[in-house]
């Protein structure tokens, strides 16, 4: 049948070549999205973990401060240690002699001390404080 220049195409005619995707062409396609998708998971995954190691972090460093400024409050600066644990966190707080080569630093009766505070294993604070010496 034709018209003219144009030609009429049969239903038949019109979808022939036309036959969709294959199986496995949606396979293919679908393991490269699951990839994809695993890949994304991964990376949220990973950032989720590195935040949550941020707030920790940061709760941590916030209570070594508080514990040193407490310290720091009682203006009290006798040699000695104290341990605890708090929201989830062991702590240290010490007062000690600043010590070079293996000496105590001092001049005119007094001596130069730390107070050091260390929070879990990675947040460590430190201070020096010039006190009369009391031997």
Do not use: C
Not at 52 to 76: I, R, V, W, Y
Request: proline letters at 1%; aromatic letters at 6%; charged letters at 30%.
């Amino acid at each position: 049948m034709k018209t003219g220049i144009f030609q009429t195409l049969t239903n038949e005619q019109k979808h022939k070549g036309e036959e969709g995707f294959s199986l496995l062409e949606v396979i293919a396609s679908l393991g490269v999205l699951s990839m994809m998708l695993l890949i994304v998971y991964e990376i949220s995954i990973g950032g989720m973990k590195r935040a949550e190691e941020a707030k920790n972090d940061l709760l941590a460093l916030a209570l070594a401060q508080s514990l040193m400024d407490e310290k720091l409050a009682q203006n009290k600066w006798d040699e000695g240690s104290e341990a605890g644990e708090t929201t989830g966190f062991t702590w240290t707080r010490e007062v000690g002699d600043y010590e070079t080569d293996e000496r105590p630093v001092e001049a005119r009766g007094q001596v130069l001390r730390k107070l050091s505070v260390t929070v879990g294993d990675r947040t460590e604070l430190a201070t020096l404080r010039l006190v009369e010496e009391r031997r």
